[in-house]
Protein backbone atom coordinates (compact mmCIF):
# COMPACT_ATOMS: atom_id res chain seq x y z
CA UNK A 1 0.00 0.00 0.00
CA UNK A 2 1.21 3.61 -1.13
CA UNK A 3 2.44 5.55 1.80
CA UNK A 4 -0.40 7.66 2.48
CA UNK A 5 2.00 10.55 4.14
CA UNK A 6 4.06 10.83 1.20
CA UNK A 7 1.15 10.96 -1.55
CA UNK A 8 -0.79 13.78 0.54
CA UNK A 9 2.85 16.08 0.76
CA UNK A 10 3.45 15.10 -2.98
CA UNK A 11 -0.38 16.56 -3.74
CA UNK A 12 -0.15 19.38 -1.87
CA UNK A 13 3.74 20.26 -3.23
CA UNK A 14 1.78 20.05 -6.44
CA UNK A 15 -1.55 22.01 -5.97
CA UNK A 16 0.72 24.69 -4.48
CA UNK A 17 3.51 25.11 -6.96
CA UNK A 18 0.94 23.99 -10.22
CA UNK A 19 3.95 21.84 -11.65
CA UNK A 20 5.45 18.45 -11.17
CA UNK A 21 8.90 20.02 -11.72
CA UNK A 22 8.66 23.02 -9.48
CA UNK A 23 7.17 20.15 -6.66
CA UNK A 24 9.70 17.70 -7.24
CA UNK A 25 12.40 20.28 -7.00
CA UNK A 26 11.12 21.30 -3.69
CA UNK A 27 10.66 17.89 -2.09
CA UNK A 28 14.17 16.93 -3.61
CA UNK A 29 12.84 14.26 -5.94
CA UNK A 30 12.55 13.68 -9.14
CA UNK A 31 9.68 14.44 -11.34
CA UNK A 32 9.11 10.99 -12.75
CA UNK A 33 8.71 10.22 -9.04
CA UNK A 34 6.38 12.95 -8.16
CA UNK A 35 4.43 11.89 -11.50
CA UNK A 36 3.96 8.00 -10.11
CA UNK A 37 2.93 9.30 -6.23
CA UNK A 38 0.17 11.68 -7.95
CA UNK A 39 -0.86 8.58 -9.95
CA UNK A 40 -1.24 6.25 -6.74
CA UNK A 41 -3.02 8.98 -5.11
CA UNK A 42 -5.68 8.99 -8.00
CA UNK A 43 -5.89 5.53 -8.25
CA UNK A 44 -6.53 4.72 -4.37
CA UNK A 45 -9.38 7.74 -4.57
CA UNK A 46 -10.58 6.63 -7.78
CA UNK A 47 -10.68 10.46 -9.36
CA UNK A 48 -8.67 12.62 -11.96
CA UNK A 49 -6.78 14.89 -9.03
CA UNK A 50 -5.54 17.66 -11.29
CA UNK A 51 -5.90 18.96 -15.25
CA UNK A 52 -2.43 18.70 -16.82
CA UNK A 53 -2.14 22.24 -19.07
CA UNK A 54 0.30 22.84 -22.04
CA UNK A 55 2.50 24.58 -18.78
CA UNK A 56 2.22 22.92 -15.52
CA UNK A 57 -0.88 21.34 -14.03
CA UNK A 58 -4.27 22.73 -11.80
CA UNK A 59 -6.56 20.79 -9.79
CA UNK A 60 -9.78 18.95 -10.85
CA UNK A 61 -13.22 19.70 -9.02
CA UNK A 62 -12.15 16.34 -7.11
CA UNK A 63 -8.79 18.10 -6.29
CA UNK A 64 -10.54 20.63 -5.03
CA UNK A 65 -12.52 18.78 -2.66
CA UNK A 66 -9.72 16.67 -1.68
CA UNK A 67 -7.58 20.04 -0.89
CA UNK A 68 -8.66 20.65 2.94
CA UNK A 69 -8.77 17.33 4.12
CA UNK A 70 -5.11 16.60 2.63
CA UNK A 71 -4.03 19.60 4.89
CA UNK A 72 -5.93 18.50 7.62
CA UNK A 73 -3.82 15.23 7.36
CA UNK A 74 -0.78 16.68 7.15
CA UNK A 75 -1.28 19.16 10.55
CA UNK A 76 -2.53 15.98 12.13
CA UNK A 77 0.58 14.08 11.15
CA UNK A 78 2.54 17.41 12.13
CA UNK A 79 1.10 17.26 15.65
CA UNK A 80 1.67 13.59 16.06
CA UNK A 81 5.20 14.36 15.20
CA UNK A 82 5.29 16.89 17.37
CA UNK A 83 3.87 14.94 20.20
CA UNK A 84 6.52 12.28 19.92
CA UNK A 85 8.97 14.14 20.09
CA UNK A 86 7.96 16.00 23.10
CA UNK A 87 7.35 12.39 24.59
CA UNK A 88 10.92 11.33 23.35
CA UNK A 89 12.72 14.70 24.93
CA UNK A 90 10.50 14.99 27.98
CA UNK A 91 9.01 18.44 27.20
CA UNK A 92 5.79 17.17 27.10
CA UNK A 93 3.77 13.44 28.33
CA UNK A 94 2.04 11.94 31.19
CA UNK A 95 3.50 9.80 33.40
CA UNK A 96 0.87 7.91 35.68
CA UNK A 97 2.41 7.07 39.43
CA UNK A 98 1.64 4.91 41.91
CA UNK A 99 2.99 3.75 45.43
CA UNK A 100 2.29 2.53 48.80
CA UNK A 101 1.45 4.76 51.74
CA UNK A 102 4.54 5.41 53.26
CA UNK A 103 6.80 6.19 50.19
CA UNK A 104 4.32 8.85 49.85
CA UNK A 105 6.08 10.40 53.36
CA UNK A 106 9.40 10.91 51.36
CA UNK A 107 11.05 8.85 49.04
CA UNK A 108 8.17 9.57 45.89
CA UNK A 109 7.71 13.52 46.89
CA UNK A 110 11.23 14.33 46.98
CA UNK A 111 11.82 12.86 43.36
CA UNK A 112 9.02 14.07 42.32
CA UNK A 113 10.11 17.74 43.36
CA UNK A 114 13.69 17.30 41.40
CA UNK A 115 11.25 15.55 38.12
CA UNK A 116 9.26 18.39 38.36
CA UNK A 117 12.30 21.11 38.55
CA UNK A 118 14.01 19.22 35.60
CA UNK A 119 11.26 18.25 33.06
CA UNK A 120 8.39 20.94 34.15
CA UNK A 121 6.26 19.40 30.75
CA UNK A 122 5.34 16.25 31.95
CA UNK A 123 2.25 16.31 33.86
CA UNK A 124 2.77 13.59 36.66
CA UNK A 125 -0.69 12.02 38.70
CA UNK A 126 0.20 10.15 41.60
CA UNK A 127 -2.32 7.00 43.32
CA UNK A 128 -1.70 5.46 46.64
CA UNK A 129 -2.95 2.10 47.26
CA UNK A 130 -1.67 -1.14 48.08
CA UNK A 131 1.44 -2.85 45.81
CA UNK A 132 -0.21 -5.26 44.48
CA UNK A 133 -3.30 -3.25 42.90
CA UNK A 134 -0.33 -1.32 42.12
CA UNK A 135 1.68 -3.89 40.17
CA UNK A 136 -1.95 -5.38 38.62
CA UNK A 137 -2.54 -1.61 37.15
CA UNK A 138 0.96 -2.24 35.41
CA UNK A 139 0.45 -5.27 34.18
CA UNK A 140 -2.93 -4.13 32.60
CA UNK A 141 -1.29 -0.94 31.40
CA UNK A 142 -2.89 1.68 33.34
CA UNK A 143 0.13 3.00 35.12
CA UNK A 144 3.85 3.45 33.56
CA UNK A 145 5.53 3.39 36.70
CA UNK A 146 4.98 2.22 40.58
CA UNK A 147 6.47 2.35 43.93
CA UNK A 148 6.16 -0.61 45.77
CA UNK A 149 6.51 -3.29 48.34
CA UNK A 150 6.44 -6.87 46.89
CA UNK A 151 5.87 -10.11 48.28
CA UNK A 152 9.39 -11.74 48.32
CA UNK A 153 7.30 -15.39 47.63
CA UNK A 154 5.57 -13.70 44.42
CA UNK A 155 6.93 -13.34 41.31
CA UNK A 156 5.64 -9.97 39.41
CA UNK A 157 3.33 -10.31 37.17
CA UNK A 158 4.06 -10.90 33.16
CA UNK A 159 5.28 -7.50 31.91
CA UNK A 160 6.33 -6.14 35.19
CA UNK A 161 10.11 -5.53 36.25
CA UNK A 162 11.25 -4.45 39.67
CA UNK A 163 13.82 -2.25 40.67
CA UNK A 164 15.47 -2.77 43.80
CA UNK A 165 15.76 0.57 45.52
CA UNK A 166 16.40 -0.44 49.17
CA UNK A 167 15.95 -2.61 52.12
CA UNK A 168 13.81 -0.95 54.89
CA UNK A 169 14.01 -1.32 58.58
CA UNK A 170 10.77 -1.34 60.67
CA UNK A 171 11.06 1.06 63.76
CA UNK A 172 8.92 1.04 67.02
CA UNK A 173 7.13 4.48 67.94
CA UNK A 174 7.10 5.16 71.77
CA UNK A 175 6.18 7.70 73.88
CA UNK A 176 9.49 10.43 74.55
CA UNK A 177 8.75 9.22 78.18
CA UNK A 178 8.93 5.60 77.19
CA UNK A 179 11.78 3.70 78.84
CA UNK A 180 13.29 2.26 75.49
CA UNK A 181 12.86 5.90 73.87
CA UNK A 182 16.81 5.87 74.26
CA UNK A 183 17.77 3.02 72.65
CA UNK A 184 19.30 2.34 69.51
CA UNK A 185 17.61 -1.41 69.02
CA UNK A 186 14.91 -3.05 70.37
CA UNK A 187 13.77 -6.69 70.56
CA UNK A 188 10.22 -7.47 69.96
CA UNK A 189 10.17 -10.03 73.51
CA UNK A 190 10.77 -7.06 75.19
CA UNK A 191 7.89 -5.18 74.50
CA UNK A 192 5.54 -8.06 74.63
CA UNK A 193 3.73 -6.34 77.48
CA UNK A 194 2.99 -3.68 75.66
CA UNK A 195 -0.54 -2.25 74.14
CA UNK A 196 0.15 -1.92 70.31
CA UNK A 197 -1.57 0.31 67.75
CA UNK A 198 -2.54 -1.64 64.77
CA UNK A 199 -4.44 -0.53 60.77
CA UNK A 200 -6.10 -3.98 60.83
CA UNK A 201 -7.86 -6.44 62.97
CA UNK A 202 -6.07 -8.96 61.05
CA UNK A 203 -2.26 -8.87 62.38
CA UNK A 204 -1.66 -10.95 58.77
CA UNK A 205 -2.18 -7.79 57.37
CA UNK A 206 -0.29 -5.44 59.00
CA UNK A 207 3.51 -5.09 58.92
CA UNK A 208 3.22 -7.31 61.82
CA UNK A 209 2.63 -10.24 59.28
CA UNK A 210 6.72 -12.06 59.62
CA UNK A 211 6.49 -11.74 63.43
CA UNK A 212 3.22 -13.05 63.69
CA UNK A 213 4.11 -16.12 61.70
CA UNK A 214 7.22 -16.53 63.72
CA UNK A 215 5.01 -16.72 66.73
CA UNK A 216 4.76 -13.50 67.74
CA UNK A 217 1.45 -12.13 69.12
CA UNK A 218 1.12 -8.57 70.70
CA UNK A 219 -1.34 -7.00 72.66
CA UNK A 220 -3.39 -4.97 70.51
CA UNK A 221 -5.57 -1.86 71.82
CA UNK A 222 -6.70 0.79 69.27
CA UNK A 223 -6.96 0.10 65.65
CA UNK A 224 -5.91 2.82 63.62
CA UNK A 225 -5.50 3.18 59.77
CA UNK A 226 -4.32 6.35 59.60
CA UNK A 227 -1.08 7.39 60.20
CA UNK A 228 -1.71 10.49 61.99
CA UNK A 229 -3.74 8.58 64.08
CA UNK A 230 -1.39 5.93 64.89
CA UNK A 231 1.41 8.11 66.00
CA UNK A 232 -1.12 11.09 67.69
CA UNK A 233 -2.06 8.01 70.15
CA UNK A 234 1.66 6.84 70.50
CA UNK A 235 2.38 10.40 71.59
CA UNK A 236 -0.60 10.38 74.29
CA UNK A 237 0.76 7.64 75.46
CA UNK A 238 -1.97 5.09 74.43
CA UNK A 239 0.18 2.64 72.88
CA UNK A 240 3.34 2.00 70.55
CA UNK A 241 3.18 1.27 67.60
CA UNK A 242 5.64 -0.39 64.05
CA UNK A 243 6.38 2.32 61.77
CA UNK A 244 8.13 1.79 58.56
CA UNK A 245 11.69 3.63 57.84
CA UNK A 246 9.96 5.69 54.71
CA UNK A 247 7.46 7.11 57.25
CA UNK A 248 9.77 8.34 59.51
CA UNK A 249 9.92 12.16 58.28
CA UNK A 250 6.48 12.46 59.55
CA UNK A 251 6.63 11.22 62.95
CA UNK A 252 6.22 14.20 65.29
CA UNK A 253 8.63 15.50 67.89
CA UNK A 254 6.52 13.70 70.46
CA UNK A 255 7.47 10.08 69.30
CA UNK A 256 10.61 8.20 69.40
CA UNK A 257 11.88 5.68 67.26
CA UNK A 258 13.70 2.40 68.14
CA UNK A 259 14.77 0.06 65.42
CA UNK A 260 13.25 -3.10 65.91
CA UNK A 261 16.02 -6.03 65.59
CA UNK A 262 15.61 -7.94 62.09
CA UNK A 263 15.56 -11.16 63.26
CA UNK A 264 11.68 -10.13 64.65
CA UNK A 265 10.53 -8.17 62.04
CA UNK A 266 12.60 -8.43 58.74
CA UNK A 267 13.85 -5.47 56.58
CA UNK A 268 11.06 -4.54 53.83
CA UNK A 269 12.40 -4.58 50.49
CA UNK A 270 11.14 -1.55 48.48
CA UNK A 271 11.36 -1.43 44.36
CA UNK A 272 10.13 0.25 41.67
CA UNK A 273 8.27 -1.58 39.42
CA UNK A 274 8.01 -0.39 35.75
CA UNK A 275 6.23 -2.03 32.31
CA UNK A 276 9.17 -4.62 30.18
CA UNK A 277 10.04 -1.26 28.23
CA UNK A 278 9.57 1.87 30.19
CA UNK A 279 8.32 5.00 28.48
CA UNK A 280 11.10 7.46 28.39
CA UNK A 281 9.41 9.75 31.74
CA UNK A 282 9.37 6.51 33.43
CA UNK A 283 12.83 5.75 32.78
CA UNK A 284 13.81 9.42 33.64
CA UNK A 285 11.75 9.22 37.27
CA UNK A 286 13.23 5.74 37.62
CA UNK A 287 17.03 7.35 37.69
CA UNK A 288 15.62 9.87 40.28
CA UNK A 289 14.48 7.33 42.24
CA UNK A 290 17.57 5.37 42.80
CA UNK A 291 19.49 8.49 43.72
CA UNK A 292 16.86 10.15 46.51
CA UNK A 293 16.86 6.25 47.91
CA UNK A 294 20.69 5.94 47.74
CA UNK A 295 20.50 9.24 49.94
CA UNK A 296 17.98 8.34 52.08
CA UNK A 297 19.56 5.13 52.91
CA UNK A 298 23.11 6.80 53.68
CA UNK A 299 21.53 9.22 55.82
CA UNK A 300 19.24 6.57 57.68
CA UNK A 301 21.54 3.73 57.74
CA UNK A 302 19.80 1.77 55.55
CA UNK A 303 21.20 -1.58 54.43
CA UNK A 304 21.76 -2.52 50.90
CA UNK A 305 21.66 0.40 48.05
CA UNK A 306 20.10 1.56 45.08
CA UNK A 307 20.73 -1.57 42.75
CA UNK A 308 18.70 -2.78 39.99
CA UNK A 309 17.04 -6.11 40.52
Request: net charge positive; hydrophobic share 45%; glycine share 10%.
Amino acid sequence: MPNGHVLYEVFLAVAREGSFTAAARTLGYTQSAVSRQVQALEDETGAVLFERLPRGVRPTEAGRVLLPHAEAVRDRLLAARTELEALRTLEGGLLRLGSFSSANAALVPRTQAVFRGRHPGVKVTRTEGPSVKHLGQLAAGEQDLAVVAPALATPPPEGVTLHHLLDEPMLVALERGHAHAGRRAVRLAELAAEEWIVGAERLEDTLFRPAVAAGFRPRTGLLAHDWIAKLGAVAAGLGITLVPALAAASVPREVALVTIHPDDVPYRRVCAATPSTPTAAASAFLGLLRETAEAMRRSRGFPGGGRAG
